[in-house]
């Protein structure tokens, strides 16, 4: 299964703001699931993250400070059917954003392959290798996968090779 969180508005874009009618995690969440077909779970925020920038910078880092846990408006009730879970966000800070952590805790990741998927600006997977391990005890961290944000429309080759060489989709 698949599950993403991605933010919506004013972003980082080429050092420069741009406005996104989608997130680019959601974009290339559904770059993979039109190549593999798997469940797909969009994360939302029981409070919305603002759509300025500069709001969505302070909060989180308030959230990382605090270590907080950020309310899931619409948790799913099991994972346990899943042996597989790609978790996609993009990098806050250089780790996924707090929510992420919210999620990985809710569920029993023990003898489950988790696979970290980011869109960033620069930070590539950040931490999110280390930080799942740790929320995930029992887990198997698979080969993650980052993505220019800017450039994630861009990204089907990189994505058809990375579930490829993950065994998640078979070679042609
Ligand atoms: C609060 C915030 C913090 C960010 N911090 C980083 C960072 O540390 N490193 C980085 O490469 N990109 C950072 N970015 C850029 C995002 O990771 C990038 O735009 C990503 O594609 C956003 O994904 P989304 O549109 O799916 O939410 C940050 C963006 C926001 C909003």
Request: hydrophobic share 35%.
């Amino acid at each position: 299964m698949l599950a993403y969180f991605s933010r919506a508005g004013e972003n980082y874009y080429y050092g420069d703001r741009t406005n996104l009618e989608i997130g680019n995690t959601e974009v290339l969440a559904g770059m993979i699931r039109a190549l593999i077909p798997c469940q797909v779970h969009r994360i939302e925020a029981a409070e919305p993250y603002p759509d300025s920038y500069d709001a969505t910078v302070a909060r989180n880092v308030r959230e990382q400070d605090e270590d907080a846990r950020p309310a899931i408006s619409n948790p799913l009730p099991s994972i346990q059917q899943y042996d597989t879970v790609i978790l996609a966000s993009g990098i806050w800070n250089v780790r996924a954003p707090m929510i992420m952590t919210t999620f990985t805790e809710s569920y029993e990741f023990a003898g489950k392959t988790v696979y970290p998927v980011t869109t960033h600006a620069m930070s590539g997977l950040g931490n999110t290798a280390r930080d799942y391990g740790q929320s995930c005890p029992g887990a198997t961290i698979g080969e993650g996968l980052a993505v220019k944000g800017e450039e994630v429309r861009d990204a089907c080759a990189a994505v058809e090779s990375w579930l490829q060489r993950s065994g998640l989709l078979p070679a042609r």
